[in-house]
């Protein structure tokens, strides 16, 4: 055990060193619980202030426009519009400020992502092979009355990394949904929620790795760039 520990951290090394060049264990139920609570709680505080910005901003083209009011809906729209004016100057659109990040490990690497596209966390459970699928997709587990597709985290993000000895040694506990998707990612263990700004990141402008979107520079860890992951998922 303790010799595929070693092994384990020396290939994390290695691989978060080749990661800059190109641009602890599992948490109990009851702190599981607790994240998810500070989970919901920032999500609904993200969901407030965007309205309230909303108002804002209809405020704002009325006042300066001299427009009479009209219907709700035209404001609503008109107010999309400059929203994502606003969203396509970004890339990515959350690094322009501060914003909260999970942090999640798997096979001794650890994986940030923004907690405005976290869809959720689940409990792993038992999962359905299917045919005729890419060895990363592991299959498709029941959530209530939702299917999630899961994704062996560690054969995507590091497949030049998996050996047969890290490959065995994963032990996938939690499911990290990405954004209103059916995908999820298996998961090891869950570790915390970090506020992070803009110059704790390492972005990665180009890369062929189009799902990182930089680096956390303190934990030395990959910040996904969740909005490529799922398109990349979905093209399979």
Same mark, same amino acid.
């Given at each position: 055990m303790?010799?595929?520990?070693?092994?384990?951290?020396?290939?994390?090394?290695?691989?978060?060193?080749?990661?800059?060049?190109?641009?602890?264990?599992?948490?109990?139920?009851?702190?599981?619980e607790?994240?998810?609570?500070?989970?919901?709680?920032?999500?609904?505080?993200?969901?407030t202030?965007?309205?309230?910005?909303?108002?804002?901003?209809?405020?704002?083209?009325?006042?300066?426009?001299?427009?009479?009011i009209?219907?709700?809906?035209?404001?609503?729209?008109?107010?999309?519009?400059?929203?994502?004016?606003?969203?396509?100057?970004?890339?990515?659109?959350?690094?322009?400020?501060?914003?909260?990040?999970?942090?999640?490990?798997?096979?001794?690497?650890?994986?940030?992502?923004?907690?405005?596209?976290?869809?959720?966390?689940?409990?792993?459970?038992?999962?359905?092979?299917?045919m005729?699928?890419?060895?990363?997709?592991?299959?498709?587990?029941?959530?209530r009355?939702?299917?999630?597709?899961?994704?062996?985290?560690?054969?995507?993000?590091?497949?030049?990394?998996?050996? =047969?000895?890290?490959? @065995?040694? *994963? !032990?996938? +506990?939690?499911? #990290?949904? &990405?954004?209103?998707?059916?995908?999820?990612?298996?998961?090891?263990?869950?570790?915390?929620?970090?506020?992070?700004?803009?110059?704790?990141?390492?972005?990665?402008?180009?890369?062929?790795?189009?799902?990182?979107?930089?680096?956390?520079? =303190?934990?030395?860890? @990959?910040? *996904? !760039?969740? +909005?490529?992951? #799922?398109? &990349?998922?979905?093209?399979?």
């Amino acid at each position: 055990m303790t010799k595929n520990l070693a092994a384990s951290n020396k290939v994390m090394k290695s691989y978060l060193s080749e990661l800059m060049t190109d641009e602890d264990i599992a948490e109990d139920n009851s702190k599981l619980e607790k994240l998810l609570s500070n989970v919901d709680e920032i999500k609904n505080e993200i969901s407030t202030d965007k309205s309230q910005q909303k108002a804002e901003i209809s405020a704002k083209v009325i006042k300066e426009e001299n427009i009479p009011i009209v219907d709700a809906g035209q404001i609503e729209e008109q107010v999309s519009i400059e929203e994502a004016e606003e969203e396509t100057k970004a890339s990515p659109h959350f690094s322009k400020e501060s914003f909260q990040a999970m942090f999640f490990k798997v096979a001794g690497l650890v994986v940030a992502v923004p907690l405005v596209e976290l869809g959720g966390i689940h409990n792993l459970t038992e999962i359905h092979h299917l045919m005729g699928k890419p060895d990363w997709f592991k299959g498709v587990m029941l959530n209530r009355e939702d299917k999630v597709n899961v994704v062996d985290t560690a054969l995507w993000v590091m497949r030049e990394r998996c050996n =047969d000895e890290l490959m @065995a040694s *994963l !032990n996938y +506990e939690y499911i #990290i949904m &990405l954004s209103d998707s059916s995908w999820g990612l298996a998961a090891e263990s869950i570790v915390d929620t970090v506020t992070l700004t803009e110059n704790d990141v390492k972005w990665v402008e180009s890369s062929d790795r189009p799902w990182l979107a930089g680096l956390v520079k =303190d934990r030395m860890c @990959a910040l *996904l !760039n969740v +909005e490529s992951l #799922i398109s &990349l998922l979905n093209k399979g």
